[in-house]
């Protein structure tokens, strides 16, 4: 049996990556967000990449609000699949 991959952060805390098995779970999540975005009539964001760039435009994208003051964005996060990682995992 192998170790679930992980990234350590700065200070030392271990963060579980996905793993090819995650796929289903993880798709059937990001469906409902989308329906529940295109239902409330958001724009939807893709935003590549977690690092701190990506973290702050995520952040803005959640902030931006239409002319009524209601959120007008959903922002879906995501990570680049890094080389010599095994297929389905994201670093």
């Known amino acids: 049996m192998t170790e679930q991959p ?33 239902q409330e009539k958001k724009e939807i964001v893709v935003v590549m990449g977690l690092g701190f760039v990506g973290a702050v435009m995520a952040a803005i994208v959640a902030d931006t ?8 964005r959903t922002p879906l996060e995501a990570l680049f699949p890094q080389p010599g990682t095994p297929e389905g995992e994201c670093g």
Do not use: H, M, Q, Y
């Not at 609000?65 to 007008?72: S, V």
């Open 65 to 72: 609000r239409d002319t009524n003051g209601k959120g007008a």
């Open 6 to 38: 992980f990234s350590l952060s700065p200070n030392g805390e271990a963060f579980a990556l996905p793993v090819k098995g995650d796929v289903p779970v993880e798709l059937k999540r990001i469906e409902k967000l989308v329906a529940t975005a295109r």
